[in-house]
């Protein structure tokens, strides 16, 4: 879709802002550029709508280079998020966000009704917001009402510049939420310029992470945590990239233990063979536990003296939410189910499976193989 080849631009002055720079996005792709400040990002993406142009090398959008495609033509396909919104003050959050469609000719009756849809889509009533003034706004609805402008005419690619860079902690990791669901939806190509890994880690389908003018790594999520390409990488993503991995990283079947299992109806076995078993419905769905102890003391069945089992969670949960379920419910282990099917009992976590699945995700991202095919070397 979007397709860098060794493009390089260098200012009048002599700095060269992007250096021999190649990478292809594919479309539908959320790529986030991440990297320190003057490092490149914002030239690269002024280059893909031509507010900039390279000094060498070439862009090409659908296969076609975009130097040949009239700057005007090639802007309309184009969405632009910026920082400072950039809403007209003297224009409602409606007409603003019908800017760009009635700019394309769309009748304005028309285009005031889609504003009001992507209005909706962004999380605000236009009902409430429509008829007001930008100055009338949060920050983080102006940034919302700035992405609604920018989806107004459809543009298959939309370039995002710090948009949420504006607003304090808590709004932008609601911004940044919504934008996530929002995409699912939308399915927009999208170079999305931050300087802040959290961000780029949660947004990202792949991060770009710039050093000066070059691209250092150019990889999903968990491999640039997992595996970071060079020392600088390393030290960008911080000390606690173990822990931020662990956020991008989703439970697999293969990192489960299987333990002993009993059924509701079951007359109470004498032992275990464990400290405890999950104690599963006759459709083996999970229903709670039983202790070694319980189960040696009491009689009758199962079914009277099994607990209801609080942590669990579905599969592709992030590790993290494992490790917070096993935190909250101060429990050695949590259930994994299969929540598609009707809550299927798959197995166990336990902070001893966590860590391998941790680190087999560090190996299976390193030699590019599926995670259950990893053998560690010494299994904790
Ligand atoms: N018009 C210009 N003339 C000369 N140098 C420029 C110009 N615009 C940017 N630069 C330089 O090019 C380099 C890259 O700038 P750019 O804005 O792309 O960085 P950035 O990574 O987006 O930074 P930030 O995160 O601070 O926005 C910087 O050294 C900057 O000073």
């Known amino acids: 879709m979007i397709r860098f080849e060794h493009v390089t631009k260098r200012y009048a002055d002599g700095t060269t802002a992007v250096d021999d720079l190649s990478f292809e996005v594919a479309e539908g792709e959320?790529?986030?550029?991440?990297?320190?400040?003057?490092?490149?990002?914002?030239?690269?993406?002024?280059?893909?709508?031509?507010?900039?142009?390279?000094?060498?090398?070439?862009?090409?959008?659908?296969?076609?280079?975009?130097?040949?495609?009239?700057?005007?033509?090639?802007?309309?396909?184009?969405?632009?998020?910026?920082?400072?919104?950039?809403?007209?003050?003297?224009?409602?959050?409606?007409?603003?966000?019908?800017?760009?469609?009635?700019?394309?000719?769309?009748?304005?009756?028309?285009?005031?009704?889609?504003?009001?849809?992507?209005?909706?889509?962004?999380?605000?009533?236009?009902?409430?917001?429509?008829?007001?003034?930008?100055?009338?706004?949060?920050?983080?609805?102006?940034?919302?009402?700035?992405?609604?402008?920018?989806?107004?005419?459809?543009?298959?690619?939309l370039l995002m510049d710090e948009p949420f860079g504006a607003v304090d902690p808590?709004?932008?990791?609601?911004?940044?939420?919504?934008?996530?669901?929002?995409?699912?939806?939308?399915?927009?190509?999208?170079?999305?310029?931050?300087?802040d890994i959290e961000e780029a880690v949660r947004l990202g389908d792949r991060i770009a992470v710039y050093g000066h003018g070059r691209i250092e790594q150019f990889d999903p999520p968990a491999a640039v945590l997992g595996a970071p390409a060079t020392p600088y990488v390393a030290d960008f993503v911080g000390a606690d990239r173990g822990l931020k991995r662990l956020s991008v990283t989703p439970i697999e079947e293969s990192d489960l233990e299987q333990p002993p299992v009993v059924h509701l109806d079951d007359p109470l076995p004498r032992q275990l063979g464990s400290r405890w078993a999950v104690v599963l419905d006759g459709d083996d769905e999970l229903h709670g536990w039983i202790s070694a102890e319980q189960a040696s003391q009491g009689s009758g069945t199962v079914r009277e003296?099994?607990?209801?089992?609080?942590?669990?969670?579905?599969?592709?949960?992030?590790?993290?939410?494992?490790?917070?379920?096993?935190?909250?419910?101060?429990?050695?282990?949590?259930?994994?189910?299969?929540?598609?099917?009707?809550?299927?009992?798959?197995?166990?976590?336990?902070?001893?499976?966590?860590?391998?699945?941790?680190?087999?995700?560090?190996?299976a991202d390193a030699q590019d193989i599926p995670r259950a095919d990893v053998t560690l070397e010494t299994v904790s």
């Open 30 to 157: 959320l790529i986030t550029l991440v990297g320190p400040s003057g490092c490149g990002k914002t030239t690269t993406m002024k280059m893909v709508n031509r507010l900039i142009e390279p000094t060498g090398g070439r862009i090409l959008l659908d296969g076609e280079d975009i130097a040949a495609v009239d700057p005007v033509q090639l802007r309309r396909c184009i969405g632009y998020v910026i920082q400072q919104v950039g809403l007209f003050p003297h224009k409602t959050v409606l007409d603003n966000t019908a800017t760009v469609p009635h700019l394309l000719g769309v009748r304005r009756a028309r285009a005031r009704e889609r504003a009001a849809e992507l209005l909706d889509l962004v999380g605000l009533d236009p009902a409430v917001y429509g008829d007001r003034y930008p100055e009338q706004l949060s920050g983080g609805q102006r940034q919302r009402v700035g992405v609604a402008r920018a989806l107004a005419a459809d543009p298959p690619v």
């Open 170 to 195: 808590v709004v932008r990791e609601h911004l940044q939420n919504e934008f996530l669901k929002l995409q699912s939806q939308v399915r927009k190509t999208v170079l999305f310029v931050t300087h």
């Open 305 to 363: 003296h099994a607990r209801r089992m609080e942590a669990w969670l579905p599969v592709g949960a992030s590790l993290k939410q494992a490790f917070s379920t096993m935190l909250q419910h101060d429990a050695g282990w949590i259930a994994v189910i299969d929540a598609e099917e009707r809550g299927r009992f798959l197995g166990v976590l336990t902070p001893a499976r966590l860590h391998e699945a941790l680190r087999r995700s560090i190996d």
